[in-house]
């Protein structure tokens, strides 16, 4: 009794200790000033269509309620803009998005045919990353009360601003320590704690599958996807790229040979600082180089390459001030609906020619140049000046290590750009796929991809390569087996068989040759660390459901040694080399089953075929 009063004492000051110790904001590198013109788009405090970000300076950002209360009124006040429900999250909030149009018809299939640019911009993926939405409410304000009509004259506008609904209400002062502002803000993961932005292939979130239906419904012509980083301190208020590994190449040249520049005028016009993503190379700073990733198509930017959709992945620094990050994303949408007015036809020439495209060799990862050493000047792609914060080595004696820490002054680095853009691993282009139609849950994903196949009405005897699964490890971890996103991930090696295989009424024959091609190849490959065999959709197949009793096999095996002198021999060789084979009568046992008829012929046997 005494002891457990202690306890309770001891917890309760600890408790006292947090709450009167804990620190109202973690404390952030020096703050850079920043004054810009873009400040003369904030409405005065007066004006009724002052949005809840900017009566409050850009301190805090309103909440789910508010947000979708507050374009209800504005969508209710213009014919321009109108308000549209994508999906329902887990938690049973409804997911908008405001469709800004002055075509006479906004529904989907209409606004598909148009011969307008279609530009899809989502923010709150992340929903602590909340930028995009206050921005975009004032950039739609923009448009609904007619200041800024004129862009949308030759663009259609879809807008979501809060995609990750129910993190967005998991809203705290406390959920992104490395960020500045706003106050209060969502939570990274929803409400199932998955990332939104690694549920791109495997689609198991209704959120991502709200997206995706809108991308097929709609057909955008460019897609953005607005974020905040973390990580180092720098010079850039927003970096945005494509960041695109090499499916949609005609589409990458557009958006780095056209949109980036203009992009970068405009908003250092406006005395933002636009720069490239950022990611150092060294995890710390700059002086080793800057990195472009290729995460693989779990990420938005890269499947928007694989399917051959113009994409943007939009970083805003999150050491800037709230009110510079809204206003710089402000500048950079309402300069995106300019160029697509200006320049839309030649992105559109670029998707065209991309969704064309029927390589023969299809990547299915993305490495270094030379990855053999960082040293090797081959594996270097450009060098490139950026525009850093000076950083300092310093010794931490708590964690009792060396760390970065940024000193706020302002200079230049010139270093590496390392860009994963060389090809890994790659597969020859089938024909087709067949997948067999007790694969419902693969079938139903590829649906909602918007791939085109076709249902088998009677079942069809086929000539097809099928993988057999060699060597497995499961999960993403090396020393421990840990679930990922979920989902408990499998790493194979795999050999090809040839095989003749009836698929039943109901499979489904995927040809390779539409513009969602790709995609398909990419997600049905099990040697693609993206497919939905590495997501765990086929783990059935690693369970072997048949057995043989030892008095059965014992006679059985005494029979195929006594016919078989070559059986007879590789056994002795075996129980001669494998020690632990020789002890394990289980394994002895199986070894024989599976050198009869009975063994089952699709055990480890990747289901889904491949016609060449
Ligand atoms: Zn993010």
Redesign the pocket.
């Known amino acids: 009794m005494r002891n457990s009063k202690l306890v309770i004492f001891i917890i309760a000051l600890i408790h006292n200790f947090t709450i009167n110790n804990s620190v109202a904001q973690a404390p952030l590198p020096p703050v850079l000033e920043w004054h810009g013109k873009s400040e003369k788009l904030i409405y005065p405090k007066n004006n009724p269509w002052i949005t809840p970000c900017e009566l409050s300076n850009f301190t805090s950002t309103p909440s789910y309620k508010e947000t979708i209360d507050w374009f209800s009124k504005l969508c209710s006040t213009s014919t321009l803009l109108h308000f549209v429900t994508i999906g329902i999250s887990p938690e049973g909030r409804a997911i908008k998005m405001i469709v800004a149009s002055t075509e006479k018809s906004i529904l989907a299939s209409d606004l598909k045919k148009s011969s307008k640019p279609l530009l899809l911009v989502q923010a709150g993926?992340?929903s602590g990353?909340i930028d995009g939405k206050d921005a975009g409410m004032m950039l739609l304000r923009d448009i609904a009360l007619g200041k800024k009509k004129e862009l949308i004259d030759k663009v259609n506008f879809l807008f979501i601003p809060i995609l990750s609904v129910d993190a967005h209400e998991r809203n705290s002062a406390y959920n992104r320590p490395n960020q500045r502002g706003p106050e209060s803000m969502g939570w990274r993961t929803n409400s199932q704690n998955l990332n939104l932005?690694r549920d791109y292939t495997k689609l198991d979130t209704k959120e991502l599958r709200s997206v995706i239906f809108v991308i097929n419904e709609y057909a955008p012509l460019l897609y953005m996807d607005i974020?905040?980083t973390d990580g180092a301190d720098y010079q850039y208020d927003i970096t945005f790229g494509a960041q695109n590994p090499g499916y949609s190449p005609a589409i990458s040249s557009w958006l780095f040979k056209k949109y980036t520049p203009y992009l970068y005028q405009k908003l250092q016009a406006e005395d933002h600082i636009p720069g490239p993503l950022m990611n150092a190379y060294n995890g710390t700073d700059f002086k080793d180089g800057n990195i472009f990733y290729s995460g693989g198509p779990r990420f938005s930017n890269e499947y928007a390459d694989l399917r051959h959709l113009g994409a943007l992945l939009v970083e805003n620094h999150s050491l800037k001030p709230y009110k510079q990050r809204v206003l710089g994303t402000y500048v950079l949408l309402e300069n995106t609906l300019h160029l697509l007015a200006e320049n839309g036809d030649a992105l559109r020439d670029s998707s065209l020619k991309d969704a064309a495209r029927r390589n023969n060799s299809i990547p299915l990862s993305w490495t270094l140049p030379n990855t053999s050493s960082v040293e090797n000047s081959n594996h270097k792609n450009d060098s490139s000046t950026l525009l850093t914060v000076e950083s300092k080595k310093r010794h931490s004696t708590i964690m009792n290590s060396d760390y970065v820490e940024f000193t706020g002054k302002k200079t230049s680095t010139t270093c590496v750009q390392y860009t994963m853009n060389s090809v890994e691993n790659y597969v020859q282009r089938p024909k087709a796929y067949w997948i067999p139609a007790a694969c419902e849950e693969v079938i139903e994903r590829l649906k909602l991809h918007g791939i085109k196949f076709e249902l088998l009405t009677e079942a069809k005897e086929v000539s097809v390569d099928m993988y057999r699964i060699s060597e497995y490890t499961f999960g993403n971890d090396e020393k421990k087996v840990l679930p990922f996103e979920g989902r408990m991930q499998v790493n194979a090696s795999t050999k090809t068989e040839k095989h003749k295989r009836t698929f039943s009424q109901g499979s489904a024959y995927v040809s390779t040759d539409q513009p969602l091609g790709d995609l398909a190849i990419v997600l049905l490959e099990p040697g693609s660390k993206d497919s939905f065999f590495s997501w765990g959709f086929f783990h059935s197949i690693f369970q072997r459901t048949e057995y043989i009793e030892s008095y059965v096999i014992e006679p059985y095996a005494k029979k195929m040694l006594e016919e078989s002198p070559e059986l007879k021999k590789e056994f002795e060789l075996k129980l001669k080399e494998d020690a632990a084979f020789a002890k394990n009568p289980y394994a002895i046992l199986t070894w024989f089953y599976s050198k009869t008829k009975y063994y089952d012929a699709n055990y480890l046997l990747y289901p889904v075929g491949r016609e060449m």
Do not use: S
């Open positions: 993926i992340h990353e932005n974020h905040v």
